[in-house]
């Protein structure tokens, strides 16, 4: 039997630590909470549920916290989680783990939940990224944020979910520019690292500063490894700031060249079909033209259904947001038939439930 320990650092979330505390429980043998200087009650709150507190001093190095707070633990395996996130399903594979020898790492569905989706309804969405959080003893953190664990190991996803409510407005107040400053100071470090310029536009996007936004995604983009997990999420995060910027004609071309590549996206038809709407309203003469292949873009999401394997992944674009916009376009175009069609498949609220992938993915 191996041992598991929940690993987690934490300053003033006395709002949420309960709830993460008490999701990973029943599944790990330890909980261990690093506190980097709370002034409210996270770190009785974390104590009252059975976790080892322990306390770091804040020096602006989410590297060096992490590594500190594993530091604490013996366990044979760290299962890293944030305050703002919780075990929202699948928590008997980080039981399993007692019976599994850690010679990999293991990557779990993130859920994120953020605002509306502008094509849709003013519902909030969520969008899955698989993040390596299930660490061997002995792997550690580099980088100053947006820190990644090191190691030469095989990754393997494990059908566990993890909600995550951090892009919540309020959540966003808290943060304040913590991650703006850390991510300029990595920058100056490593100014032609791709993945920090992916995470300064997303840091951008969040705020709405798209034209920010739009000029980190083109710097990252052609430095991103081919095989990265997260091109998907940056194309498909570039395609929306360029509409956002009204840069149709580069996000129509940018789209034509990556089509090959992610015909198994219905995420990408999706943002496909919102570009070339706006590039139909924009250019009125090229309407006629446009408006079969936006339909075709969102007939193609529902064939293809939900595809959460992919970073960044937007629950509902592969059916009952892409089949909202559907009958919102065939409602437009007086095509009643048509929308009813599409009416009863718009409404079904989002299944968070991402498809367990074996083998391997880095």
Request: glycine share 6%.
């Amino acid at each position: 039997m191996y041992r598991t320990a929940l690993v987690m650092i934490a300053r003033n979330e006395a709002r949420r630590i309960g709830r993460c505390l008490a999701s990973a429980r029943p599944w790990v043998d330890e909980m261990i909470v690093l506190d980097t200087g709370s002034t409210d009650d996270t770190v009785a709150i974390a104590r009252s549920l059975g976790a080892q507190v322990h306390h770091f001093t804040w020096c602006d190095d989410f590297s060096a916290a992490r590594n500190a707070a594993l530091a604490h633990s013996h366990a044979d395996w760290h299962i890293v989680l944030d305050a703002d996130e919780w075990v929202q399903s699948g928590g008997q594979a980080l039981a399993d783990l007692r019976e599994r020898q850690p010679d990999h790492v293991g990557a779990l569905a993130v859920c994120s939940e953020f605002g509306s989706d502008l094509s849709a309804s003013d519902a909030p969405q969520h969008a899955t990224s698989w993040i390596s959080r299930v660490l061997p003893h002995g792997v550690h953190y580099t980088g100053l944020i947006h820190e990644q664990p090191r190691h030469k190991l095989p990754v393997h996803r494990l059908p566990v979910v993890i909600g995550h409510d951090g892009y919540a407005p309020q959540a966003l107040q808290d943060k304040g520019d913590r991650n703006a400053r850390l991510l300029q100071a990595a920058l100056q470090a490593q100014p032609d690292d791709a993945y920090l310029r992916y995470q300064w536009g997303k840091d951008h996007e969040v705020h709405d500063r798209f034209d920010e936004a739009c000029q980190a995604y083109a710097q990252a983009w052609p430095h991103c490894p081919m095989d990265a997990g997260w091109r998907h999420d940056l194309l498909i995060r570039w395609l929306f700031v360029l509409k956002q910027t009204d840069h149709l004609d580069e996000a129509v071309a940018l789209a034509e060249a990556e089509l090959p590549h992610w015909t198994h996206s219905a995420d990408f038809f999706f943002t496909v079909g919102d570009v070339l709407l706006s590039q139909a309203l924009a250019k009125p003469a090229e309407a006629e033209a446009l408006l079969p292949l936006i339909e075709s873009c969102w007939l193609r999401c529902l064939e293809l259904g939900d595809t959460p394997d992919l970073e960044g992944a937007v629950d509902g674009r592969g059916s009952h947001l892409a089949a909202h916009n559907l009958v919102v376009f065939y409602d437009s175009l007086g095509q009643a038939e048509k929308a009813d069609a599409y009416r009863s498949r718009s409404t079904q609220p989002p299944v968070v439930t991402p498809a367990h992938t074996p083998g391997s993915s880095h």
